[in-house]
T-cell receptor, first 117, second 110 residues
Framework: GAVVSQHPSWVICKSGTSVKIECRSL??????MFWYRQFPKQSLMLMAT?????????EQGVEKDKFLINHASLTLSTLTVTSAHPEDSSFYICSAGEGAGGGETQYFGPGTRLLVL | KQEVTQIPAALSVPEGENLVLNCSFT??????LQWFRQDPGKGLTSLLL?????REQTSGRLNASLDKSSGRSTLYIAASQPGDSATYLC?????????FGTGTQLKVEL
């Protein structure tokens, strides 16, 4: 089956630094990738949808200048948390869409846990 | 705006028991509904996907049903095992977006 990887799986950083998370589709081309955030004991919340070669579409309430998304190729999307603060500590999960519009089937990465001190 | 709710939020059962997890959604205009399993600190494992035109899907001890008109889905787990302990999430697809439910945390005890 389709595999999506994320790197790193864990990151601890100091407040004020920027953190980059990579999401890769290993054996298929993903025209659309999705970024989710999950706080403890809560469900996944969609942050943004990224399409290869174009600007990401952010959900309401998500700061696009804080969460920079780049989808430069059909197999790689990156999420950069700029000037991270403790409240950004969360579990970030990406998914890659295969099929028309990228939404027919989404394959999820294993997630990246971010802890900002 | 689509809202997805899961009941119960947490469930503890003895091994061998059959159980039902519930999922409800407010907007019936969906393409499909999917059930996932999430182990602590891990990503998602897809269990079953039901297209909007389907009524149910089965995989092993799992059976998921969908009543789109009433905005409901159930996940039936037969003969539960301790290895089934996890959080179960349902998600509905509208357009190319998935909206996730609040999750049911299941614990199957020996």
């Amino acid at each position: 089956g389709a595999v999506v990887s994320q790197h790193p799986s864990w990151v601890i950083c100091k407040s004020g630094t920027s953190v980059k998370i990579e999401c890769r589709s290993l054996d298929f081309q993903a025209t659309t990738m999705f970024w989710y955030r999950q706080f403890p004991k809560q469900s996944l919340m969609l942050m943004a949808t990224s399409n290869e070669g174009s600007k990401a579409t952010y959900e309401q309430g998500v700061e696009k200048d804080k969460f920079l998304i780049n989808h430069a190729s059909l197999t790689l999307s990156t999420l950069t948390v700029t000037s991270a603060h403790p409240e950004d500590s969360s579990f970030y999960i990406c998914s890659a869409g295969e099929g028309a519009g990228g939404g027919e089937t989404q394959y999820f990465g294993p997630g990246t846990r971010l802890l900002v001190l | 705006k689509q809202e997805v709710t899961q009941i119960p939020a947490a469930l503890s059962v003895p091994e061998g028991e059959n159980l039902v997890l519930n999922c409800s959604f407010t907007d019936s205009a969906i393409y499909n509904l999917q059930w996932f399993r999430q182990d602590p600190g891990k990503g998602l494992t897809s269990l079953l996907l039901i297209q909007s035109s389907q009524r149910e899907q089965t995989s092993g001890r799992l059976n998921a049903s969908l009543d789109k008109s009433s905005g409901r889905s159930t996940l039936y787990i037969a003969a539960s095992q301790p290895g089934d302990s996890a959080t179960y999430l349902c998600a509905v697809r509208g357009g190319n977006k998935l909206t996730f439910g609040t999750g049911t945390q299941l614990k199957v005890e020996l």
